[in-house]
């Protein structure tokens, strides 16, 4: 008899079923962007945070600039899970964004199929070193601009060329607090990484 999956009291569970497919996901971006956030509006299940408040000393090297509202950060990881159509589970990682915890992110992304790359477009220089971790571990990515209500809009073709974006990158916009949209983009994330998976052989 197969053992019920452990739940939380939800009732939702933290195991998936035997059917279910499994994809390891890193939420990614610069400082202050958005990666906890979103994790926050998309898991199904009680979210993990390594969250610590800021002191004065962490302020002198994390440019707060932009971000008056910025009282905590993730020193470690995130974690979510979300489950979509087709049996698909979507575990979502989410790393630090400041330099000084970058091998941290290498750990955090081994065994990762892809990477969601969060962007601010009033910081969009913050996130050429991000991308070019993802783009060394060899990590296909989408890249979502988190949409700040004091940010500017620039069409996506302006977007593409400033972030060097291959034309197959996935580019969408969306807010971090908002549901659908978050949705929309870690989905995006996932077909793209379903099409560069080794297709299996037919046994004929």
Aim: charged letters at 25%.
């Amino acid at each position: 008899m197969d053992s019920a999956p452990s739940t939380d009291r939800t009732g939702i569970g933290y195991l998936p079923h035997a059917d279910q497919t499994l994809m390891k996901l890193v939420v990614t971006g610069p400082f202050g962007v958005g990666k906890t956030t979103l994790i926050r509006t998309l898991s199904e299940i009680p979210t993990l945070h390594t969250e610590e408040a800021m002191t004065q000393s962490s302020t002198r090297l994390d440019d707060t600039a932009g971000l008056p509202d910025k009282t905590t950060t993730t020193v470690a990881v995130d974690f979510g899970r979300l489950t979509v159509p087709d049996d698909l589970v979507l575990y979502m990682f989410g790393t630090p964004g400041q330099e000084r915890f970058f091998p941290l992110w290498e750990d955090i992304a081994r065994g990762a199929l892809g990477a969601l790359v969060l962007v601010d477009t009033r910081r969009l220089g913050d996130s050429f070193a991000v991308m070019d971790m993802v783009e060394e571990q060899g990590l296909p990515y989408a890249v979502a601009v988190n949409r700040f209500p004091d940010a500017p809009d620039h069409p996506d073709e302006v977007l593409r060329k400033h972030l060097d974006l291959h034309p197959d990158t996935p580019l969408l916009q969306c807010d971090a607090r908002e549901r659908r949209g978050s949705i929309d983009a870690l989905i995006a994330l996932a077909e793209h990484v379903l099409t560069r998976l080794p297709q299996p052989q037919d046994p004929s």
